[in-house]
Nanobody, 129 residues
């Protein structure tokens, strides 16, 4: 599985960005997809994740710091996951990476980077004050 993330950039505080993560593979719909970020001098942290959960919608999980501002979604027809980021803050500045697990993660493991075996390259998000 190969993952290609894009959509990062420079935005003012309060602005929005949408990140995309395109995945190879025929069984994308069964993957659990996650977004993580890493700021300079800090450890990688969980941002959001989505897993298959019946029908076309998926179960989602968010870090407390982004709840209500970020939305993760997926388009299985396009093999792509998205991270819509609204009301961006300077503390959201980081390199954002997407990750995939080839299956359904249980809720308690969706936020751990150790649960994901495939990683894309990062995309820089910079929020100016």
């Amino acid at each position: 599985v190969q993952l290609q993330a894009c959509g990062g950039g420079l935005v003012q505080a309060g602005g929005s960005l949408r990140l995309s993560c395109a995945a190879s593979g025929r069984t994308f719909s069964t993957y659990t997809m996650g977004w993580f970020r890493q700021a300079p001098g800090k450890e990688r942290e969980f941002v959001a994740a989505i897993r298959l959960s019946g029908g076309t919608t998926g179960t989602t999980r968010y870090a407390d710091s982004v709840k209500g501002r970020f939305t993760i979604s997926r388009d299985n027809a396009k093999n792509t996951a998205y991270l819509q980021m609204n009301s961006l803050k300077p503390e959201d500045t980081a390199v954002y990476s997407c990750a995939a697990h080839s299956g359904t993660l249980i809720t308690g493991t969706m936020s751990s980077p150790l649960s994901y075996e495939y990683w894309g390259q990062g995309t820089q998000v910079t929020v100016s004050s």
